[in-house]
Antibody, heavy 123, light 107 residues
Framework: EVQLLESGGGLAQPGESLRLSCEAS????????MSWVRQAPGRGLEWVSA?????????HYADSVKGRFTISRDSSKNTLYLQMNSLTVEDTAIYYC???????????????WGQGTRVTVSS | DIQMTQSPSSVSASVGDRVSITCRAS??????LGWYQQRPGKAPKLLIF???ILQSGGPSRFSGSGSGTDFTLTINSLQPEDLATYYC?????????FGGGTKVEIK
């Protein structure tokens, strides 16, 4: 069974950092590009960042997080990361780890989704 | 960036009704369009990909159509379990973008 298990969320003050993790299981992790998608309270979905499979080296970011967030992966641990620096209150959201439905390059329809990890940025 | 505009923002319908949700892209995205269902308190779930292909396990009452800039998600014979918010997403280019969502309520 394919599973994505996020962790690392919590409460941070503005300007602080958090690192989210997503442990993947049930599929060949290193053959899939991976992404993070977030959802602010009561709001819609916002794609945050993507990283190519380990055969590629590309990363992509939403303008709202570029320069502050860094996506990375560790194939030896089947884990995806999101390093979030210089957090602002606008980063408050549930952060979902997502996988494309297939490992075919440029497939960006997300299935499955993790259960999400909540990040709250508040003073 | 490609903007995705969904309408309506909410719809209320009776069990058995047909419900249609539209999504418009700010530029041609061919068939690079997906639809997601998010039930209250749950993570989103992929319903339709490539504009019209039903994801495995998805109920056959859901269908998608369109290409280019205009797309439609149709729910034939609305069921109580379809209470949810529905989002479209373009996958044509980064940054990937979602529509604002359509909340479907049951009368």
């Amino acid at each position: 069974e394919v599973q994505l298990l996020e962790s690392g969320g919590g409460l941070a003050q503005p300007g602080e950092s958090l690192r989210l993790s997503c442990e993947a299981s049930g599929f060949a992790f290193d053959t899939y590009a991976m992404s993070w998608v977030r959802q602010a309270p009561g709001r819609g979905l916002e794609w945050v960042s993507a990283i190519d499979s380990t055969s590629g080296s590309g990363t992509h970011y939403a303008d709202s997080v570029k320069g502050r967030f860094t996506i990375s992966r560790d194939s030896s641990k089947n884990t995806l990361y999101l390093q979030m620096n210089s957090l602002t209150v606008e980063d408050t959201a549930i952060y979902y780890c997502v996988r494309p439905r297939t490992s075919v390059a440029h497939t960006r329809f997300f299935d499955p989704w993790g259960q999400g990890t909540r990040v709250t940025v508040s003073s | 960036d490609i903007q995705m505009t969904q309408s309506p923002s909410s719809v209320s319908a009776s069990v058995g009704d047909r419900v249609s949700i539209t999504c418009r892209a700010s530029q041609d995205i061919s068939s690079s369009l997906g639809w997601y269902q998010q039930r209250p308190g749950k993570a989103p779930k992929l319903l339709i990909f490539s504009a019209s292909i039903l994801q495995s396990g998805g109920p056959s009452r859901f269908s998608g159509s369109g290409s280019g800039t205009d797309f439609t998600l149709t729910i034939n014979s609305l069921q109580p379990e379809d209470l949810a918010t529905y989002y479209c997403q373009q996958t044509n280019s980064f940054p990937l973008t979602f529509g604002g969502g359509t909340k479907v309520e049951i009368k």
